[in-house]
């Protein structure tokens, strides 16, 4: 069975300081990878993904995640927060069977204070 | 965002009343999703058309009735809702679905209130 799961509902941060969202999953064959991000009354924005290749994967907005293959996470990171970072991120794992599948977490809340 | 646009932005319905949500994308792709967000769950899928065949209906209620009349547009037809079907209705494009490379593109929502 194919899950994610993101042990956070919420993250604090201060502006400026680094960001870690948590993300774990769980596949049967190769895995792939995505991070979401969703703004009040919004859908979710596309940030990056990891198919194969180099496990620092760069995406949007100065965003990036690890894979780690041995503890099976994509934690997503960035130096420096932004209160415009405020937002709902999800983290997804692609059915290797069946590439329509998505897997979603269920969402973490990141908060950026100024 | 503006690839992928959804009509109405918010629908507020009774149990007996029959609604259309509607779903356009302007990427030229290939496959369309429809999604269902509630609070604090995952995202569900609910149904996959691949140049618009339906290949995935997951377990969803006769209640929502997709149509896909081409690979831009996608509709779902709502009757005789309960309100626990109240969410964000979430559609998504992509371009090359049979591919491990391929990206979901969404949409802003529709928010459905069933009273």
């Known amino acids: 069975a194919q899950s994610v799961a993101q042990p956070e509902d919420q993250v604090n941060v201060a502006e400026g300081n680094p960001l870690t969202v948590k993300c774990t999953y769980s596949v049967s064959g190769n895995p792939y990878l995505f991070w979401y991000v969703q703004y009040p009354n919004r859908g979710l924005q596309f940030l990056l993904k990891y198919i194969t290749g180099d496990n620092l994967v760069k995406g949007s907005y100065g965003f990036e995640a690890e894979f780690n293959k041995s503890q099976t996470s994509f934690h997503l990171k960035k130096p420096s927060a932004l209160v415009s970072d405020s937002a709902l991120y999800f983290c997804a794992v692609r059915n290797s069977n069946n590439f329509n599948k998505f897997y979603f977490g269920s969402g973490t809340k990141l908060n950026v204070k100024p | 965002e503006t690839g992928v646009t959804q009509t109405p932005r918010h629908l507020v319905m009774g149990m007996t009343n029959k609604k259309s949500l509607k779903c356009e994308q302007h990427?030229?792709?290939?496959?369309m999703y429809w999604y269902k967000q509630s609070a604090k769950k995952p995202l569900e899928l609910m149904f996959v058309y691949n140049f618009k065949e339906q290949t995935e209906n997951n377990s969803v209620p006769s209640r929502f009735s997709p149509e896909c009349p081409n690979s831009s547009h996608l509709f779902l037809h709502l009757h005789t809702l309960q309100p626990e079907d109240s969410a964000l209705y979430l559609c998504a494009s992509s371009q090359r679905p049979a591919e491990s490379t391929d990206t979901q593109y969404f949409g802003p929502g529709t928010r459905l209130t069933v009273l």
């Open positions: 990427l030229g792709h290939n496959a």
